[in-house]
């Protein structure tokens, strides 16, 4: 384990545990410097917090307070008062494979961008578990947007990483500041990527090492012979995703108006993959536009 991967702490969020989750926890063991598990399930896994005494991997119970930002917010409280304080965090979630972690941080690009201090996070790509199609990572400009190609085998800076096997420098994380809890899951990576973004901070991908991820219930189709995902999303989820969306694109517009014009065609994207390969279509286009609607005016706790 080099010096990159020994100042990392792993920060495993944890929900259904639908999985076994203990090679995971060895693989991470393995990887970085310390792991804890944060259970974000209301009444708590008893299970999971008797293999992280079994495995001695720090274990916290936050109740999903505050959703997936609030278990990031704790975890990280929780990593400033126990042991040696790391210098990065690498954010997963239970299904994350955290297989590449090893040869990331191995990786001379990874350690010379991660050793910056104008960086915030780096990740490799994530490959849908689903679709077998890669992340689509999107560069920005205050009035324009392109988008990197699917597959690429260098680092890349981008506009946004998925907080899952994200590695953020903790300098950062501090400077930024909490996780907005008051988006709860959807979207708390893309706004804490945009706060990065008025600091000055760079976010990167390196694309030559990747790993597995489910995001929804994914399906692909096409049109006018592209290559499209539809995200699977039950009607709860759907109505989220449509007021944070909504939210961000509100709150964002005057600084960042090529992101409010992504967040309006992600709507529209959302919509068309609901019409075309998914099942309870009129349930989710209604949860839909109930959420852009909250979206106009709710008010969601600053960060």
Request: charged share 20%.
């Amino acid at each position: 384990m080099n010096e990159l991967a020994a100042s990392t702490a792993a920060v495993v969020v944890v929900y259904r545990l639908a999985t076994d989750i203990e090679p995971t926890l060895r693989a991470l063991q393995q990887a970085v410097g310390q792991v804890l598990v944060v259970d974000n399930h209301e009444g708590g896994h008893p299970a999971l917090a008797d293999l992280a005494r079994q495995l001695n991997v720090g274990y916290l119970h936050a109740a999903n307070a505050g959703g997936l930002a609030g278990a990031y917010n704790r975890a990280l409280a929780w990593l400033q008062s126990h042991g040696p304080q790391a210098r990065q965090v690498v954010f997963l979630d239970e299904d994350s494979d955290p297989a590449p972690l090893q040869a990331l941080f191995r990786d001379t690009a990874t350690e010379r961008a991660l050793a910056h201090p104008s960086t915030a996070a780096l990740a490799p790509a994530y490959r849908d578990r689903a679709t077998g199609l890669r992340g689509r990572y999107i560069r920005l400009g205050r009035y324009r947007l392109a988008f990197n190609p699917r597959e690429f085998t260098d680092l890349r800076a981008v506009a946004f990483v998925i907080n899952s096997m994200s590695v953020w420098r903790l300098q950062a994380l501090q400077q930024i500041g909490p996780f907005n809890e008051g988006l709860a899951i959807d979207h708390v990576d893309t706004e804490y990527c945009l706060r990065a973004r008025q600091l000055g901070l760079s976010l990167y991908v390196n694309g030559a090492f990747e790993f597995a991820h489910s995001i929804g219930e994914r399906r692909k189709y096409k049109i006018l012979g592209r290559e499209l995902q539809a995200g699977g999303h039950s009607p709860a989820r759907r109505y989220m995703i449509a007021r944070n969306t909504v939210w961000l694109a509100r709150s964002w517009w005057w600084r960042e108006p090529a992101f409010a014009a992504l967040c309006l065609a992600r709507l529209v994207y959302e919509a068309a993959g609901v019409l075309m390969v998914e099942d309870q279509a009129v349930a989710k286009l209604a949860a839909l536009s109930r959420g852009a609607a909250s979206g106009l005016f709710a008010r969601q706790r600053p960060a």
